[in-house]
Nanobody, 122 residues
Framework: QVQLVESGGGSVQAGGSLRLSCAASEYSGWMAWFRQTPEKGREGVAAVYTGNGDTYYVDSVKGRFTISQDNAKNTLYLQMNSLQPEDTAMYYC??????????????????WGQGTQVTVSS
């Protein structure tokens, strides 16, 4: 069982920034950030392979969001810049990717945090 605890969400105006953190009880393999809204469902945002730092982003956040990690602290981060109202969502950290599934597929991960809310106002 991997425990994940997200933090760092909040309310900002469009153009602002937030940094999300995810503290993990175990830290290995692919780790990812997802977001969810009632309208769009759960969407993969970014992922990182903890072994070599390879990253992957959904097109809508490229150039604005950066996923990073601190292996010594077992912590995953998501730096979000130039936030827009459409980025408003509950953001989740995920761990333990199932082999063979697309890196940002919602069903690709076994463990999930409780989520942290991000609200961007125009």
């Amino acid at each position: 069982q991997v425990q994940l605890v997200e933090s760092g969400g909040g309310s900002v105006q469009a153009g602002g920034s937030l940094r999300l953190s995810c503290a993990a009880s175990e830290y290995s393999g692919w780790m990812a950030w997802f977001r969810q809204t009632p309208e769009k469902g759960r969407e993969g945002v970014a992922a990182v392979y903890t072994g070599n730092g390879d990253t992957y982003y959904v097109d809508s956040v490229k150039g604005r969001f950066t996923i990073s990690q601190d292996n010594a602290k077992n912590t995953l981060y998501l730096q979000m810049n130039s936030l827009q109202p459409e980025d408003t969502a509950m953001y989740y950290c995920a761990a333990r990717r199932r082999g063979g599934l697309y890196i940002l597929a919602p069903d690709a991960y076994v463990y999930w945090g409780q989520g942290t809310q991000v609200t961007v106002s125009s």
